[in-house]
């Protein structure tokens, strides 16, 4: 996650640019007192009841519109508290937060209890499709001289561990080099592409021979090999300050991977936005074995998701959206310790641009982020491991809650490899999808993005078999709660003789409905 915009701005999915004035009356309406918001389900307040017919929903269960080829996680660095001065950062970087929040988050090594809440967590999100981020400096330094057993990489392997153990696929990025030793001069050793593409390739290539042969973490399913190009305040600049292609440190890298024997897919071009368009990447180039880009727009439009999607596909590779978030109000580049990213509206739109795009075709979804400091560019945690006053980690690790349930509401019932059913809402005040997982579990999500409670009708066509369906829900008075648990708050069931259910959803609410039984002690979905 990087510096785009400045001066409270934000991009829409059409490219072009909005300021925070024109988004302020959206923004002060959800973020009103809503004291009276249902808790775990129960109707809101006098004021809004349902007034509208219900929305008929329509799920289509023969009919699978796309298979994802991933799921959904977070990103989580394995970078360490080390902060660095460059003294040759391009125009516009600060050195506080020139690598965005992409470093510091993880607790000490030695903390042995927070690491064992941060495998719990992870588990009870039951993220899947973990971004894993990395920089050249952790492992090689300079030119040549490997080193394996530092703390970065003793973390890297921890996380690794928690994955291959877990059955949750990798996409593992370089973020960025961050080694004098193959930077231009003109550019400085953050910001720069490789001065020997040959060295880079190497290096890297000797690193994923580490992990996949030699230690055999299989989880790593992907490889993006820098974060964000193609801009000028990115990390693969020339020696001119510019952004160059990245197509050439493409196909050395694969090459390399090749005469190893590893067969992890690369994939890029891992923009920082959706509307990004830069000519230094070849979509016809059958290097890679998927896309990716970034998406944090407060405007969740799904034209562009299914653009990147249909995309891919033509092409017979996936489509990841391998950082997602979302800030409103104060740009937190201007005030590093705005906590926007994590209010409860902007939850809201991240679960639109996780609903909109299983819909539409995205496989896998990957949210900025699991672990982070809360002090760099924003507060977008999952977890607290950093006490941000004294600049010192927690020896336990608890949720961020309200980004924590909001998420956890889709990550906890959406396993890998699921199969997406055509869905259609009545009203544009739903958002909705519903999948199948490979043992034939369902689930269906379902976000109110009005301002009313309303009912609405699940109707399933084509159905062959009795559905219990377990009904999950959040609500601002809900994850605001302290004593909030996601236990199932009914049971519905549904057959080809009554295919229908009834319910009636709080306003700005999600609300999951599966054959998973869960209860708030149960750990996540990974695979099934």
């Not at 300079?142 to 561990?161: C, V």
């Not at 891919?312 to 580049?333: C, D, K, V, Y």
């Not at 977008?380 to 998420?407: A, S």
Request: net charge neutral; proline share 6%; glycine share 8%.
């Amino acid at each position: 996650m990087t510096k785009r915009l400045t001066r409270r701005e934000f991009i829409k999915y059409d490219g072009s640019v909005v300021f925070a004035s024109a988004i302020s009356g959206r923004l002060n309406a959800r973020t009103s007192d809503e004291s009276g918001a249902s808790d775990q389900g129960r109707t809101a307040a006098t004021g809004n009841e349902p007034t509208s017919p219900p929305c008929t929903i329509r799920i289509n269960m023969n009919e699978v519109v796309h298979k994802m080829a991933g799921g959904a996680g977070a990103s989580w660095h394995a970078m360490g508290p080390t902060a660095y001065w460059y003294k040759d950062l391009l125009p516009g970087k600060m050195n506080r937060n020139s690598r965005g929040s992409g470093w510091g988050g993880n607790p000490p090594l030695e903390y042995a209890e927070a690491w064992n809440d941060l495998r719990h967590h992870a588990r009870w999100l039951g993220l899947n499709f973990v971004r894993v981020e990395i920089s050249m400096r952790m492992y090689e330094p300079e030119a040549g001289r490997f080193d394996w057993q530092n703390d970065e990489m003793r973390t890297l392997y921890r996380i690794l561990d928690y994955c291959q153990e877990s059955g949750v696929d990798v996409f593992f990025t370089q973020m960025w080099a961050d080694v004098r030793w193959n930077a231009f001069e003109g550019a400085g050793r953050l910001q720069s592409a490789p001065k020997s593409v040959a060295a880079f390739s190497h290096g890297l290539a000797t690193l994923m021979d580490l992990l996949v042969k030699r230690k055999g973490y299989t989880c790593i399913r992907w490889l993006c090999i820098v974060n964000e190009p193609g801009a000028s305040w990115s990390w693969w600049q020339g020696e001119d300050g510019r952004p160059v292609s990245v197509m050439p440190a493409l196909h050395a890298v694969r090459s390399e991977l090749d005469k190893r024997g590893i067969g992890v897919a690369l994939s890029g071009p891992d923009w920082d936005s959706l509307g990004h368009n830069s000519p230094d990447f070849d979509f016809n180039d059958r290097v890679v074995g998927a896309l990716d880009a970034h998406n944090y727009a407060f405007f969740p439009d799904v034209g562009l998701q299914k653009l990147w999607a249909d995309k891919a596909h033509a092409l017979g590779i996936p489509f990841f959206q391998s950082e997602f978030g979302t800030w409103t109000g104060e740009n937190p580049f201007e005030n590093p310790c705005s906590t926007s990213p994590r209010s409860y509206p902007n939850q809201l739109t991240d679960a639109e641009k996780v609903i909109g795009g299983i819909r539409v075709g995205v496989d896998g979804f990957n949210r900025w982020s699991f672990v982070n400091r809360g002090d760099l560019d924003g507060q977008w945690q999952l977890v607290r491991t950093f006490e941000t006053t004294h600049w010192d980690y927690f020896k336990r690790v608890v949720p961020e809650p309200v980004p924590y349930f909001c998420y956890g509401i889709l990550t906890r019932f959406m396993p890998k490899y699921s199969s997406v059913f055509r869905t259609e809402a009545d009203s544009t005040d739903f958002v909705v999808t519903a999948f199948r997982s490979p043992k034939g579990n369902l689930t269906v999500y379902v976000l109110n993005k009005s301002n009313a409670n309303r009912p609405i009708v699940l109707s399933f066509e084509g159905l062959s078999t009795v559905l219990n369906l377990y009904k999950y829900q959040v609500s601002q008075g809900s994850v605001e709660n302290s004593k909030f648990k996601m236990d199932p708050l009914a049971m519905y069931t549904a057959s080809n003789a009554s295919p229908q259910v009834a319910d009636t959803l709080p306003f700005d609410s999600i609300t999951t409905y599966s054959t998973y039984k869960l209860a708030h002690s149960d750990p996540g979905i990974i695979g099934d």
